[in-house]
């Protein structure tokens, strides 16, 4: 499915993470972002960690690495959103088995 939302915040990366969390239904916390060079040049590669928290305190980390840092910044997030989906539903079906 391709979903398209738009939001605004204190910066472009601020505001791909609220579009995305408005399209997951997921509003995991930020506990982490950082930028690091991966190549050197004009189209250089920046790097993109992240880290969120789920309700429960989990920490899922996602990586993603990009010339355009917005890009990368929400391939990054999306990675850590699908760890934290997965896990999620692997415990939730486990505590159903256990029913």
């Excluded at 738009?6 to 408005?22: L, S």
């Excluded at 399209?23 to 040049?41: A, Q, R």
């Excluded at 980390?61 to 929400?74: E, H, K, L, Q, Y």
């Excluded at 959103?81 to 939730?92: A, C, G, K």
């Amino acid at each position: 499915n391709i979903a398209v939302d738009a939001a605004t915040g204190t910066g472009p990366v601020d505001a791909v993470y609220r579009a995305m969390n408005r399209i997951t239904g997921i509003s995991p916390e930020l506990t982490e972002f950082s930028v690091t060079s991966v190549t050197e040049g004009i189209d250089a590669q920046g790097e993109v960690t992240i880290r969120i928290e789920d309700e429960n305190k989990r920490t899922y980390t996602g990586r993603s690495a990009d010339t355009d840092i917005i890009v990368a910044s929400a391939r990054a997030y999306m990675n850590a959103l699908n760890r934290m989906i997965i896990v999620n539903r692997r415990t939730s079906e486990g505590q159903k088995a256990h029913s």
